[in-house]
């Protein structure tokens, strides 16, 4: 152990990492634990507003917080790239240091990969990258007639109801605008339903939903590439003026150096967020926690950041000698914008029985009122 006192290292300062080292930290003063979050920027957005700055209701530096601020709580940060885990001799390469741990938390999420996708990066535009959004922002008010595409290229992929949100609320968006007539907006998905991890029921809603807005959904719908104005599916093909792509999703390449996945994986976890390695635990989105024999846990904040917690009250158990027994409960939702000033919630029960159970609520303001709050409230207790 480090200067006598426990080391705890965090990768990655998202929903994952933040819940944790404040979790830890709310039990553990810092004469009994350090704590170190790394990450390689040194802000955190609810990936939700990252739709809003799309629809240009909000701005990124309103969206943010800044991961320096965990200072105040003798949380230390550190902006830097992780470029190597060493599971052996319990280290951490980072750009410029080799930190040392006795407890490694990997909060790293998943990569967005839109190289993967061939003719992506050249002729379509990125909905989940921020660097991204104003661009998309500009190209939605320039538009004036044609088809708008929405593309999920690879699953799993984050916050499975996002892009049915982005679609609602771009929707409204050029109602606003005065243009919607002349614009149609497609839907591709490779999945034969809307949200299969919510079943069928949900899924039936979500397709009446965007149906009653004259999205149009195309199920089964693989992209193999992307041409000039041309999506190129496994069976078909389709013209579009503006694409926004979901592309698909990997585990950072630092994961698989280290061997905890392999190419095309993430790392399996159980409720216990355990890696084969002691003292080692990931969570959220770099990993893939199964449910039953057909399901897994959906890559969304609300899931690692109740994974992040019951890592903490393992860790925290650990140091003082006490059991570890916390387990992760899969209780969680998502909301739903309906671009009409309403949000809906999917309530999520993943291990309830044998399957996930899900429900989706009516669609009101208080779920709006609730969403922002949401919001609030991670950026305010985390930072
Ligand atoms: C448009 C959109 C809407 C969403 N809506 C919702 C919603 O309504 N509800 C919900 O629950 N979830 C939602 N999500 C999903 C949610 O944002 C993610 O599931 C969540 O952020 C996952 O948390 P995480 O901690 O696993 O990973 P992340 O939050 O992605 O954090 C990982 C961190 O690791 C850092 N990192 C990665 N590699 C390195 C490296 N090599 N060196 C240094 N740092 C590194 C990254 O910079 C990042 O900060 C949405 C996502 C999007 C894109």
Redesign the pocket.
């Known amino acids: 152990m480090s200067e006598n006192i426990p080391h705890v290292l965090i990768?990655?300062?998202?929903?994952?990492?933040?819940?944790a080292a404040n979790e830890i930290r709310k039990s553990l003063p810092s004469f009994k634990v350090k704590i170190t979050v790394?990450?390689?920027?040194d802000?955190?957005?609810?990936?939700?507003?990252?739709?809003w700055i799309?629809n240009g209701t909000r701005t990124f530096e309103n969206s943010i917080g800044f991961?320096k601020e965990l200072e105040k709580k003798d949380i230390d940060f550190i902006k830097?790239?992780?470029?190597q885990i060493d599971l052996q001799n319990k280290t951490v390469k980072?750009s410029t240091q080799n930190l040392s741990y006795d407890f490694l938390i990997i909060?790293?999420?998943?990569?967005l990969a839109p190289e993967k996708i061939s003719g992506l990066t050249q002729y379509g535009m990125n909905?989940?990258d921020h660097n991204e959004l104003s661009k998309i922002n500009q190209k939605l008010n320039e538009i004036k007639s044609g088809n708008i595409a929405i593309a999920i290229m690879g699953m799993p992929y984050?916050?499975p109801?996002?892009?049915f949100?982005?679609a609602l609320l771009i929707n409204s968006m050029l109602n606003q605008l005065g243009k919607r007539q002349s614009i149609q907006i497609h839907f591709y998905s490779p999945a034969p339903i809307t949200l299969p991890a919510a079943g069928p029921e949900v899924s039936q809603q979500i397709l009446d939903l965007v149906n009653s807005e004259k999205i149009f959904f195309h199920d089964s719908s693989k992209t193999i590439s992307v041409e000039k104005n041309k999506l190129i599916f496994e069976n078909d093909k389709a013209n579009f003026d503006l694409l926004l792509a979901?592309p698909p999703h990997v585990v950072?390449?630092?994961i698989i150096k280290c061997g905890l996945a392999k190419e095309g994986g993430f790392i399996k976890i159980n409720r216990d967020c355990k890696t084969p390695f002691e003292n080692v635990f990931a969570?959220?989105?770099?990993?893939s926690l199964p449910v039953g024999e057909k399901f897994a846990v959906?890559?969304?904040?609300?899931?690692?950041?109740g994974?992040?917690i019951t890592v903490a009250k393992n860790i925290v158990s650990k140091i003082q000698s006490k059991d570890d027994s916390a387990l992760f409960d899969g209780i969680?939702?998502?909301?739903?914008e309906s671009g009409r000033n309403t949000a809906s919630l999917i309530e999520v029960d993943m291990f309830s029985e044998s399957k996930p159970t899900t429900k989706l609520t009516e669609s009101s303001k208080e779920h709006l009122d609730e969403?922002l709050q949401?919001e609030k409230d991670r950026i305010t207790n985390w930072l």
């Open positions: 990768l990655g300062g998202g929903f994952g990492g933040l819940s790394i990450d390689k920027k802000w955190f957005m609810v990936g939700f507003a990252k739709l799309m991961l830097e790239e992780i470029l980072t909060a790293m999420g998943a990569t909905l989940y984050k916050c109801p996002a892009p949100e982005a979901i950072p390449d630092v969570v959220g989105d770099v990993t959906p890559k969304a904040g609300i899931f690692a950041e994974e992040g969680g939702g998502c909301f739903i969403k949401f």
